[in-house]
């Protein structure tokens, strides 16, 4: 029986530039990526050919979705081997790639990786408890990788230094299933404390220019 779709049409997959020590993380990558095609979701990622990145954005490709790679232009060298996946677009820095990614996707979820990976999480995470965006994030949590980060966040909130209602932004399951569906099911919480349009707005206007380098 095909499966009626999701209610987001693309989804931001934060991700690794390495595979990871065990099979699971790449399995976890493969079974990402075909969930997302299995819900006729689009994805979003940081444009990488490598890791975990190529893993997930060439099993969404080969199976008719759109992929969309956003990447500094000074990583392309580095994160991209062999012939790309998808749209790769191009942009000046970083800071652009998050604010592309991010204005292009419909919720976010994070993979096992790095501090690239962290860093783009916790991002996301504060700009929704700031009321920037109102998007799920989510964490698949493969083998109870994010058990220690979780256990810390919740720390944070014991010593009273994040409010309980922003910890409800952070979604976590141990499979990309379990994940997608309780991403759909997520409702906000937190208080609004920015001005959305404005950011918005201002995030346009930053991420432009960009580079179309392949479709």
């Known amino acids: 029986m095909e499966h009626p779709g999701s209610k987001f049409k693309r989804v931001c997959v934060f991700c690794g530039a390495n595979?990871?020590?065990?099979?699971?993380?790449?399995?976890?990558?493969?079974?990402?990526?075909?969930?997302?095609?299995?819900?006729?979701?689009?994805?979003?990622?940081?444009?990488?050919?490598?890791?975990?990145?190529?893993?997930?954005?060439?099993?969404?490709?080969?199976?008719?979705?759109?992929?969309l790679g956003v990447i500094p232009k000074t990583l392309m060298p580095r994160e991209i081997t062999g012939q790309t996946v998808g749209e790769v677009r191009a942009v000046a820095d970083m800071h652009q790639r998050k604010a592309e990614m991010s204005r292009q996707a419909d919720a976010f979820i994070a993979l096992p990786g790095g501090y690239g990976t962290l860093e783009e999480l916790l991002e996301v995470i504060t700009w929704s408890q700031l009321g920037i965006h109102d998007k799920p994030v989510g964490l698949l949590n493969v083998g109870g990788y994010y058990n220690c980060l979780l256990a810390l966040i919740d720390k944070a909130v014991d010593e009273g230094f994040i409010n309980p209602s922003a910890r409800h932004i952070i979604v976590s399951a141990p499979n990309a299933k379990e994940l997608v569906r309780k991403l759909e099911e997520y409702v906000p919480m937190h208080e609004q404390v920015a001005s959305k349009h404005n950011w918005e707005k201002e995030q346009r206007e930053c991420t432009n220019p960009t580079y179309y380098v392949s479709r």
Do not use: C, P, W
């Open 19 to 67: 595979t990871g020590r065990g099979s699971v993380y790449k399995d976890a990558a493969v079974e990402l990526g075909n969930e997302l095609v299995k819900r006729k979701i689009d994805l979003v990622y940081g444009g990488g050919s490598i890791g975990l990145m190529g893993l997930v954005s060439q099993v969404v490709f080969d199976g008719g979705r759109h992929v």
